[in-house]
């Protein structure tokens, strides 16, 4: 039932709109529309709760009241892109390949994931298909951390399995498992001095910065941890003892604790060795996204697998994987929710593409979901 000439130009469609983040505007007002024709009930959000852009939208949220028994069940995915993702131009190759031109993103991530939640409701629509409640969010503004999600009003949704298509890889792959991200900043504080008259009188704050990037551990700190200084910036001029630094990073744990834990020490530590060259230290965290971890027996998780079986694609398999998506905002609220495949490869470059038979197969497992 499912039509893969409709997914394709489907495709097409929505990879003709600029949807940058803080920009999806114009998708969104498509999508609102087409939610519309399908017969669901669509509310959206101000987009005020997370960013003053003109050309930002607030998240969509969908509701088709179900002909059947059977608990509700919720399907998402986003509707921002990352840069370069201005007049992406989608190549359709012989074998079925989907490209981009080479010069921006091919918009899969997430694209393809919204093809295939529009294509589940127009089958449902069209073959008058029984299925229980279903609930449809398109978010905005999920690359740059899911800043979108963070201030959705989740007290809407009444599913308790919650199927986000936000997963690169082979379609029958789900991510169960998803770090938390903490990102700080330690602003270094020295004393400036003309480096050429009076050295003496000056504090580096580079040197002291560096004497406790040098000290850290740093890649991976364990098995489930990681961290990474990413920004280093700092002085005023070649023959100025640098009275300030600043230096950003990031921490990445499957354990909350763990993260805040990580980021602790790295704070201690930029304190303890400022101090040795009589610098002072500003240190600032900010918690991005918080880890879950949705257990292998949970119905999300079974029911997933069941629907993949009944298909015929073989055994799940399920990944942990170690960025975020809008599900960590879901169990967040503790609606567990489960990130699945939706055939897209490469994302975030401009290398990006995938298979209309791995798109297809995608809306095949959400139709055997709605029966599982």
């Known amino acids: 039932m499912i039509n893969r000439q409709r997914m394709t130009e489907g495709f097409k469609i929505l990879a003709a709109f600029d949807s940058e983040s803080f920009h999806e505007k114009d998708i969104a007002e498509y999508l609102f529309g087409k939610l519309t024709e399908l017969g669901l009930k669509v509310h959206r959000d101000d987009p005020g709760a997370f960013t003053d852009s003109a050309d930002a939208v607030g998240n969509i949220y969908a509701f088709l009241k179900g002909n059947t028994d059977g608990e509700s069940i919720l399907f998402a995915a986003h509707m921002d892109t990352v840069a370069p993702g ?35 409701l127009t089958v449902i629509k069209e073959d008058e298909l029984p299925h229980p409640d279903i609930e449809v969010v398109f ?129 201690e530590c930029f304190s303890r060795e400022a101090a040795v060259e009589g610098a002072e230290v500003v240190f600032k965290t900010e918690e991005m996204i918080r880890a879950y971890h949705v257990p292998e027996n949970a119905e999300a998780v079974q029911r997933y697998k069941r629907a993949v079986i009944s298909l015929g694609f073989g055994e799940p398999e399920l990944v942990t994987t170690f960025g975020g998506s809008d599900n ?42 709605i029966r599982a």
């Open 139 to 267: 978010f905005a503004a999920e690359e740059p951390y899911c800043r979108g999600s963070a201030a959705f009003d989740f007290s809407l949704i009444k599913s308790k399995q919650a199927y986000i298509l936000d997963l690169e890889g082979p379609v029958g792959r789900a991510a169960n498992r998803a770090p938390s991200i903490v990102q700080f900043t330690a602003e270094v504080r020295g004393r400036s001095a003309h480096a050429g008259f009076e050295p003496e009188k000056g504090i580096s704050a580079i040197v002291a910065a560096s004497r406790a990037i040098a000290a850290l551990k740093l890649g991976r700190v364990d098995g489930q941890t990681t961290a990474n200084i990413g920004l280093f910036n700092g002085g005023t001029g070649k023959n100025i003892v640098p009275g300030n630094a600043l230096v950003s990073g990031e921490v990445r744990s499957l354990s909350h604790e763990r993260a805040l834990e990580v980021v602790k020490e790295i704070g």
């Open 86 to 120: 201005k007049g992406k131009r989608p190549v359709i190759c012989d074998d079925g390949r989907v490209t981009g031109d080479g010069t921006t993103v091919l918009g899969a991530d997430d694209i393809t994931g919204i093809v295939s939640i529009l294509e589940l």
């Open 328 to 369: 960590n905002s879901f169990n967040l609220h503790d609606i567990p929710g489960i990130v699945i495949s939706n055939a897209m490869n490469r994302v975030h470059t401009t290398e990006e593409y995938f298979y209309l038979d791995e798109l297809v197969k995608s809306a095949e497992i959400l139709l055997a979901l």
